[in-house]
């Protein structure tokens, strides 16, 4: 394998012909290598930061609610082509490789969302408030460990492993930056989402008018337990036909082995907690997943993160070489002789950045890891950097496994900080944090760049994008954090938070002896069954630590995207233009479903911080009883559907106007 550009490689590199770069590099850029254009100006710069803001806190809710997030590319790139289309009315017009910072910085958000509200959420699972300061010192932290970590490996994965690795959000964000031209009908598919969204939950959460859980536990024989159901609401559809049928049905999967079939085996042998054991059934199967499933899937989670690393040492090695040579060669080499399109941040900034964080995990009073969590921090999210940056190479942003690697990571951190004699299960926590929020930032980071690779951005003004990106996610993360949980509380059954509370679980349970160490091995076995028939571990692993209710959904959304693909072939489509377009069409509207249900989220989490709506639990109910809401429910759903399908399907076969 290649380690990496040479100095000699470097030296000549100008002087190679067209069709031998094409054959090393990959496909021509959109923006020339020799041509220079706007790219990281201050217009640019000042609206990624408001979608940035925007779109962490879209993310972190809905992350909390589901227990996945979105990729933000792609909205934030139609967002940005309408904002930069409105000014060039005015005469302030927008370069392609400008559209292309804003979706950098705003996708920077997204991804230290997802680390944030997998792991430091968790905090509240062990009677503790939300620390701010804590919050945004612990997420700069692990965001610019995500940056400089995958800086060596730009290289090897974004270009040597071009065909190999498509990174399909930022391969589909490229080319809709490369359709600015069609800005308009961008921001109308994203508006038929977020309209549709921002209505239907308004309906359903703000006036009560319709119920969007539909849920049952019942039994079969002598068996007791079984449960089935879902929480139908925009955002959950949305994140369905965003991952597709195929990962969807593993997350489904996962979902059914835990709901209807462990659940009802500890139910009907007596593992009922005795706290629950007089309750409802659907109550004694809530409380079975909480108590033990939940360990399962962190068992299989363990195992699957693992799987990744060890898939994944070439890659390491490789990354480790580049980085090696380049400290080796001179400056000059490593930057000025080559093309802009080639050109990095420093890697003696990454080397010297990586030391003062490692000194900062252990001296700021914010983050109180200790010098032995500080290491742990530091090496496992350079492996774990390393794994996210190539999976989602793979699977894409919204299937990245950061749970899986924080899982891992509170597992060796918890046994090793026990060791010390440490007892505060927080401290492992923000250990996990640190890797967990610099994995995420790392995938997000990797699709970004593939997105500035086709387009023909420059690497090094991408990156600092993304770190200014970081720096005011980290900001405003714990207050948007302190907000959600003011309002729903984190953990309740609006926002429950999955992934923060099996890290809470994980940190607790191993320090005090109480973890279900039995569970985490049928889950690490199971995990190994399915390494073993070629089926990919972690989407399994979500499914089962998801409640069932959020799972069916997530599946509806991934047969809506299916039913809709074959619809589409059936009618004919030799040259695949209609499939390409209906992709287009229904992963905007989808990112709008998502989004309008955020906006929705915020503007009900504001009414009950003020009061409305604290004691009724809905800020302005219609008195509609359960039986006419369920109705008035399905019938909602079947409207949404509907909306959807036809937005997508209008443009099938013809191009986006």
């Known amino acids: 394998m290649s380690h990496g550009p040479s100095q000699e490689t470097a030296v000549s590199d100008e002087s190679q012909t067209t069709t031998e770069r094409a054959q090393r590099d990959g496909p021509a850029p959109t923006v020339p290598a020799g041509k220079s254009i706007a790219e990281l100006t201050i217009k640019a710069v000042l609206i990624g930061l408001a979608l940035n803001v925007v779109l962490l806190t879209a993310n972190m809710y809905l992350g909390m609610r589901s227990g996945m997030t979105i990729s933000a590319s792609i909205p934030a790139a139609v967002i940005s082509m309408g904002v930069f289309y409105a000014l060039r009315n005015v005469g302030i017009g927008g370069t392609i490789l400008e559209n292309n910072i804003v979706q950098t910085m705003t996708s920077a958000g997204e991804a230290l969302a997802a ?22 010192s612990v997420a700069v932290l692990g965001g610019l460990l995500g940056v400089l970590f ?93 991952i597709g049928p195929k990962i969807a049905g593993y997350v489904f999967g996962g979902g059914l082995l835990a709901w209807m079939m462990l659940i009802p085996l500890l139910i009907t042998g007596g593992f009922v907690p005795e706290a629950n054991a007089n309750a409802a059934l659907m109550a004694q199967a809530n409380a079975v997943w909480e108590n033990y499933i939940r360990y399962v899937g962190a068992g299989a989670m363990l195992v699957g993160g693992f799987y990744a690393i060890l898939s994944m040492t070439g890659t390491i090695r490789d990354a480790v070489g580049t980085a090696v040579a380049e400290l080796r060669g001179s400056a000059a080499t490593a930057t000025g002789q080559r093309r802009r399109t080639q050109r990095d941040l420093p890697m003696k900034l990454v080397v010297v950045g990586a030391a003062v964080i490692a000194l ?32 989602v190479g793979v699977v894409g942003s919204s299937s990245n496994p950061v749970s899986g690697m924080a899982i891992a990571t509170i597992l060796i951190a918890a046994l090793a900080l026990k060791s010390t004699g440490v007892t505060d299960p927080v401290v492992v926590l923000v250990t996990a944090s640190v890797v967990a929020i610099a994995a995420a930032v790392a995938g997000d980071t990797s699709q970004d760049l593939k997105t500035g690779y086709l387009l023909g951005a420059t690497p090094r003004k991408q990156q600092i994008a993304q770190i200014i990106g970081i720096g005011i996610s980290a900001l405003f993360a714990g207050w948007v954090l302190s907000f959600f949980h003011q309002a729903y509380g984190i953990g309740s059954n609006t926002i429950p938070a999955p992934q923060a509370g099996t890290m ?59 039913g809709i693909d074959k619809y589409v072939a059936w009618k004919g489509d030799p040259d695949g233009s209609a499939a390409e377009q209906t992709t287009y069409r229904g992963r905007i509207i989808a990112a709008g479903l998502i989004t309008g249900e955020a906006i929705m989220g915020i503007v009900i989490g504001a009414l009950y911080i003020r009061g409305i709506g604290t004691e009724t639990g809905v800020p302005y109910p219609l008195g509609l009883d359960a039986g006419t809401q369920t109705i008035l429910g399905v019938v909602a759903l079947v409207a949404l559907l509907g909306i959807f399908m036809g937005g997508v399907l209008r443009g099938s076969q013809t191009a986006d106007a």
């Open 504 to 562: 809470a679980l994980l940190s607790e349970g191993v320090l005090t002896g109480t973890a279900q160490w039995g569970m985490i091995l049928i889950g690490a076995v199971f995990a190994i069954v399915l390494i073993l028939m070629n089926v990919p571990v972690l989407p399994f692993a979500v499914g089962i630590y998801l409640p069932i209710t959020l799972a069916t959904p997530i599946f509806l959304g991934g047969l809506l995207r299916a």
């Open 360 to 391: 900062a995990l252990v001296a700021l009073p914010q983050v109180q890891v200790g010098l032995l969590g500080g290491v742990i921090a530091v090496i496992a999210a350079f492996l774990f950097v390393a794994v996210s940056a190539y999976l």
């Open 115 to 136: 680390g944030v509200i997998f792991t430091i959420a968790g905090v509240t699972y062990l009677d503790q408030s939300i620390d701010i300061a804590e919050t945004a």
């Open 150 to 242: 995958m800086i060596p490996m730009r290289r090897y994965l974004i270009v040597e492993k071009h065909e190999e690795l498509p990174y399909p959000e930022g391969t589909a964000c490229a080319d809709v930056l490369e359709a600015g031209s069609e800005g308009k009908g961008g921001i109308k598919l994203i508006s038929l989402g977020f309209l549709s969204s921002f209505v239907y939950m308004w309906l359903a959460n703000g006036m009560a008018a319709f119920r969007t859980t539909i849920q049952t536990a019942f039994s079969v024989g002598q068996t007791r337990g079984f449960a089935i159901g879902g929480d139908f609401t925009p955002a959950l559809i949305g994140v369905g036909y965003i």
